[in-house]
């Protein structure tokens, strides 16, 4: 990927905008104005073929379009997108990528498959095996312990910056032992932020294999999916998982940490990583 295929400053997509309100306390109204997040449709595009369209928080562009790219299996490596400009319009933006020729075929022919006889994208039986794909295997001999999964949890909001502005984002966060928290990304969307943490660690070279993932949501699904595909051995959330994530983590080989407070935590799946402290 070209340092210079970014053909827009982030500085000027801005991610937060003050908006003017009205504020009633004890039957009082005063006027002022609120920090809210940006909320813009991203378009991901694939050699000129449009292959989704999301809404996220305008900032860590490149990292969003690299994660996505990765979380999603249509890269392995950074290095496989082999341009990437991000254009604005009045509807929102567009990362436009073009791919290495292998992975082209391979996202060729998945569209293809996609299609179906009508041409609606994503419909019946395969919509549901795109939706509920098998998670990525997960391998790493990595251990925590209780007391650092504390400290790693309660380093995150001070990393929070939009979040404090607005309090209406997620974050997403990854942690090494030794190096405290290595990468935060925050968007309205926490899909988004994960993606952009798996592109923070990509283009950094960074291995999830050897920390642990920081999620200030709940664990669904796909927040599962996608941290497998980063390679990441533990998730360590302040709300709690679905059921389905649970399964989805057993079945990865990922150690699952929920309701992640300051007076402990709960462990759902492979236990044997979290080791006293």
Not at 22 to 43: F, H, I, K, N, Q
Not at 58 to 73: C, H, K, N, Q, R
Not at 108 to 121: E, I, N, S, V
């Amino acid at each position: 990927m070209t340092e210079s295929a970014s053909l827009v400053s982030e500085a000027k997509v801005s991610a937060v905008c003050a908006v003017p309100r009205a504020e009633w306390r004890r039957s009082a109204r005063a006027d002022g104005e609120r920090t809210l997040p940006e909320e813009t449709a991203v378009a991901l595009t694939y050699d000129h073929s449009c292959h989704a369209v999301m809404m996220a928080t305008p900032l860590d562009l490149e990292d969003f379009a690299v994660g996505f790219s990765l979380t999603e299996g249509i890269i392995s490596s950074a290095g496989q997108i082999e341009d990437l400009e991000i254009l604005v319009s009045e509807l929102g933006l567009e990362l436009r990528m073009s791919i290495a020729p292998a992975q082209r075929h391979a996202f060729t022919q998945r569209r293809r498959k996609l299609a179906g006889p009508t041409g609606c994208g994503l419909c019946g039986v395969e919509s549901l095996e795109a939706a509920m794909r098998p998670v990525a295997k997960v391998r790493s001999d990595l251990e925590v312990s209780a007391q650092s999964i504390a400290a790693a949890i309660a380093a995150v909001p001070a990393h929070q910056s939009i979040h404090h502005a607005t309090r209406a984002v997620h974050a997403a966060a990854f942690w090494q032992a030794g190096n405290e928290l290595v990468f935060l990304r925050e968007d309205v969307g926490r899909h988004n932020a994960l993606d952009k943490l798996a592109g923070a660690l990509a283009r950094a070279g960074k291995l999830a294999q050897q920390g642990v993932v920081l999620l200030t949501s709940r664990v669904s699904v796909e927040m599962v999916q996608k941290t497998a595909m980063m390679g990441a051995p533990i998730i360590v959330a302040v709300s709690a998982p679905t059921a389905l994530a649970v399964r989805a983590c057993a079945a990865a080989g990922i150690t699952l940490v929920a309701v992640a407070r300051n007076d402990g935590f709960e462990v759902f799946t492979h236990q044997e990583r979290i080791v006293p402290s």
